[in-house]
């Protein structure tokens, strides 16, 4: 079965101070990945997508940035995060050319002080 | 920019009644109809999901009815329980858009004891 972990579950970080999550993915082989974020009480906000190694799409521009290293592993990163970058990110995977559904990670809460 | 409109924003059910959940879209592209539940703190996890070809479909005590001419769709719970009570988002994706889905702003559905 696949399984999709994130770490940190929460973060507290000072304004200006570096931000690296991590995302892998278990059990799938090239998945789709996804980095959202999610304000409290908010919908859901696609910040990045890759669909293979090295390929990064960003949706909105912002003060973060993804790299996929590998074929399972997810990150975003910031070099100088801002009051705006709390909130709560979800990674989630999809497989290549299935039925579009998406599946997410327990996220990570970070709260930018 | 294609939308998916969720209404209501929140919803309050008494156990044991119908929980009903409207969704909207523009796209007619879009071939892919999923809804997802989240619990506080937790990532989005996949319902049920529906494809334009058929009109309703039914899991447990979770339908989806679809309207493809109002381009159209909802979520019932039936018997709602106050373990329903969690943040319900539809969504939408069609094919050749990199899996990317459309989500709703989500409902926060309330099952009063």
């Known amino acids: 079965s696949q399984t999709i972990h994130q770490w940190p579950a929460t973060l507290v970080q000072p304004v200006g101070s570096p931000l690296s999550l991590e995302c892998t993915v278990e059990?799938?082989?090239?998945?789709?990945l996804y980095w959202y974020r999610q304000a409290a009480g908010r919908g859901l906000q696609l910040l990045f997508y890759?669909?293979?190694?090295?390929?990064i799409s960003s949706e909105v521009p912002q003060n973060l940035s993804a790299s996929r290293p590998q074929d399972r592993q997810f990150i975003l990163s910031s070099k100088k995060l801002l009051l705006s970058d709390s909130g709560f990110y979800l990674c989630?995977?999809?497989?290549?050319?299935?039925?579009?559904?998406?599946?997410f990670g327990p996220g990570t809460r970070l709260t930018v002080t | 920019q294609q939308q998916v409109k969720q209404s209501p924003q929140s919803l309050i059910v008494q156990k044991g009644g119908i929980s009903i959940i409207n969704c909207a879209y523009e796209?007619?592209?879009?071939?892919?109809f999923p809804w997802y539940q989240q619990f506080p703190g937790k990532g989005p996890a996949l319902l049920i999901a529906?494809?334009?070809?058929?009109s309703e479909k039914k899991e447990g005590r979770f339908t989806i009815s679809f309207n493809k001419s109002a381009k159209q769709f909802s979520l019932h719970i039936m018997d709602s329980q106050p373990g329903d009570s969690a943040t319900y988002f539809c969504?939408?994706?069609?094919?050749?858009?990199?899996?990317?889905?459309?989500f709703g702003d989500g409902t926060t559905l309330t099952v009063k004891p």
């Open positions: 989630a995977w999809q497989r290549q050319g299935g039925l579009y559904e998406q599946y």
């Open positions: 529906i494809r334009p070809d058929v």
């Open positions: 890759s669909v293979g190694i090295g390929q």
């Open positions: 969504a939408a994706s069609m094919r050749g858009n990199a899996g990317k889905s459309t």
């Open positions: 059990g799938t082989s090239n998945p789709n």
């Open positions: 796209n007619t592209a879009f071939d892919y």
